[in-house]
């Protein structure tokens, strides 16, 4: 199955957020409720052989939050055969995206590719989190590549792949004993709160959590659990130091 599916978003003169296109293609289907887009998985899947492709624009000033209304369970084919989920993201100047998906779960024999591509303008912001959890219940769990590209004003922020085959001892060199691993990204205008020489941000370590600035307004988060709810709690609290560390960065004299 090929489906691709598109949302585009603007400011409108007054300085709100309208939707200019909305197009949905099974089994990506976009709906909107309560200021948020969520993207609803018409059938199971994806399946081995599936490509889905979502792409999203918000323009200058605009901003979009996108959700899934539950997680994804990536399913194997017979034959074998790789299933992909791309996500191509533009972001305007002042404009600001929150992709903010549930997790995705590798079945059994799955083997399962994960590409999320953003470009963004100088001053656009973004937050981008990104679960994955080995197998369903009592399940060891699939193959599943998930890459990662973040491009601010023609520049690189993030180039990241994590792979990791849940049947193989090489699980265990990426991510230990956990069955979930994650990360979020956090992007805030420039000049950011890291920049300031004068008061500098440690990155800050804890058993399953490392959050780190890597640029100027970017920071990233990593954290691993031994199951979903454990690595978002994770993941949340790494949201919660980043903004911590933003709002003492602010106040301090300069």
Known sequence: MRAHAVVVVECDAAGRTVWRTVRSQAPLVLRRSGGCLY???????????????????VHDGASLTLRTVAA??????SPPALSTMTVRATVGRGARLELLPEPVVISNRARHAMDTQVTLAGDASL???????????????GHVVASTSVVRDGHPLLRQSVDVDGASLQRRAVIGDARAFGSLLVVSPSPSPFAGASLPIAPVSRPGLAVMPIADGVAFATALGSESLVLRARLTEGARLVAAQSADCLAAPA
Do not use: F, K, M, Y
């Not at 994804?72 to 084919?77: F, L, T």
């Not at 937050?127 to 769990?141: D, N, Q, S």
């Open 39 to 57: 993207l609803v998985a018409a059938a199971g899947g994806p399946l081995g052989g599936d490509g889905l492709l979502l792409e999203i624009e």
């Open 127 to 141: 937050e981008l989190r990104e679960e994955i959890v080995l197998g369903r219940h009592a399940e060891t769990g």
């Open 72 to 77: 994804s369970v990536a399913q194997p084919s």
